[in-house]
């Protein structure tokens, strides 16, 4: 698969952590909230859809102040 070109790094990272997230979250909250039953499937799928189009713009505009805050509070690996 062709990489990417490295201008696109931020919005590709934010795509797969949000997606990823939101997965991840919104199954845990719908089974806490709903239970595990025949129509989870269906809930879950759109719960996500929802968490996934709120995540993507906050995690694009909050992935480069978490790099900053970071790298304030991790020192740089040895070379």
């Keep these: 698969m062709p990489a990417l070109p490295s201008r696109l790094y ?3 990272f934010a795509l797969i952590m949000s997606g990823l ?3 991840l979250m ?7 909230n709903t239970g595990f039953d025949g129509g989870f499937m269906w809930r879950w799928a759109s719960a996500w859809v929802v968490a996934w189009a ?3 713009p906050l ?3 909050i992935a ?3 790099h900053r805050l970071t790298r304030k509070f991790v020192s ?3 070379a």
């Design 54 to 56: 709120v995540a993507f």
């Design 10 to 12: 931020t919005l590709v």
């Design 59 to 61: 995690v694009s505009v």
């Design 76 to 78: 740089a690996p040895d």
């Design 64 to 66: 480069p102040l978490s």
């Design 26 to 32: 919104s199954a845990v909250i719908t089974f806490i």
């Design 21 to 23: 997230m939101s997965l």
